[in-house]
């Protein structure tokens, strides 16, 4: 028995493992097959979707909820442009320089949130949010509301020139990729059962040791960094940002990719959730007026009748098929026996 549960987690593992291959090799491939500017685009926006997406499960997975998840993401943005624009420093040096400014101020402003729990965190992450984009609006040193402009395009490297939208594609995929890696990693090493523990039952978990403040900062700091780095990213992408672009509607967005795809799956859940928010509202567009309504009524149908998210619908429906396939089985097996 133990060796076939061994021979059925091998097959798992290796079956999962081809899986993970096989789509990074499609993902690979799609600029080759792809010839749209405007697809390639859009692919680019929902790869940005799935890291943010990410960063809101890794606050998740310790008991936590933000409504503050566009602030990172705009520290990394508005210190990347401001560093090229105004220190004519390179890309490939703006983007390390955003990301540890990033993690320093989500040390420093976490120091303080961390400290409370449920509705209070909740509450001063949104107060985060808004101080970040009222801050950038209001210093005429950041562009005002204005935003800024002219943000230069990445440098040429290894003889690559960001022109066009593949080279952008590229990239986005390749750290995309790595911090799926890292983040895979954090929740399988001990401090992702840490944190899994803190959600199940804080109280708990403090009475076997566990510093409570000190693992949920870890994973603000953790959520904050890759927010830094598509930050970066996308204003030298879009070359031009704006502080509405990291209101209150973009944490919110942030918030539905996971709920959308799923919120028990920290990696998975925020990918599907991200690409179904970035391609169906586009594929839904008969006007500008009536595309978020549309889009509105369909994350109310899943929210309300399917709170597990597209995968749980799916995977729970993979199990029930899998169940009553067990059950057939076992039934014919009986009437065989019988009949013998």
């Known amino acids: 028995m133990v060796k076939h549960l061994t021979k059925a987690r091998e ?4 079956s999962k493992h081809s899986l993970i291959g096989v789509a990074i090799v499609v993902l690979i491939l799609i600029p080759f097959v792809i010839e749209s500017p405007y697809t390639i685009h859009l692919f680019i926006m929902a790869f940005v979707a799935v890291i943010l997406g990410m960063t809101f499960t890794m606050l998740f997975s310790s008991g936590q909820i933000s409504l503050g998840g566009a602030a990172p993401f705009a520290i990394g943005a508005y210190a990347s442009a401001l560093l090229t624009l105004n220190f ?6 703006a983007l390390p320089a955003a990301t540890i400014i990033t993690g320093i101020l989500a040390l420093g402003i976490g120091w303080v949130l961390c400290r409370h729990a449920g509705a209070a965190f909740v509450v001063l992450t949104m107060v985060f949010g808004l101080v970040i984009v009222q801050t950038v609006g209001q210093v005429e040193e950041f562009g005002g509301w204005g935003g ?9 490297i290894a003889n690559i020139e960001f022109v066009g939208k593949t080279p952008y594609y590229y990239l986005i995929l390749f750290v995309l990729l790595i911090v799926i890696l890292i983040y895979n990693a954090f929740y399988t090493s001990r401090f992702g059962r840490i944190l899994r523990a803190i959600k199940l039952s804080p109280h708990l978990a403090q009475s076997l040791g566990i510093n409570l403040f000190r693992y949920r900062l870890m994973a603000f700091v953790v959520a904050a960094i890759p927010a ?4 970066s990213f996308y204003a030298h992408y879009a070359r031009a940002i704006v502080p509405d672009t990291f209101g209150g509607w973009a944490s919110i967005r942030i918030q539905l990719y996971p709920v959308l795809g799923g919120l028990d799956y920290y990696i998975l859940g ?13 594929y839904l567009r008969i006007t500008k007026e009536v595309e ?16 597990g998210g597209v995968l749980g619908v799916i995977f729970r429906s993979g199990r029930a098929m899998s169940l009553s396939g067990g059950i057939n ?6 009437i065989k026996k019988i009949s013998g």
């Open 292 to 307: 978020p309504i549309i889009t509105g009524l369909l994350l109310l149908l899943i929210i309300v009748f399917f709170p």
């Open 11 to 14: 097959k798992g593992g290796r």
């Open 148 to 156: 800024l402009t002219s943000i230069p395009r990445p440098d040429t």
């Open 88 to 93: 004519k420093i390179s890309f490939w040096l």
């Open 329 to 334: 089985k076992t039934r014919s097996w009986l």
């Open 228 to 231: 830094g780095i598509v930050g």
């Open 270 to 282: 925020p990918a599907v959730g991200a690409i179904i928010m970035t391609f169906v509202p586009e």
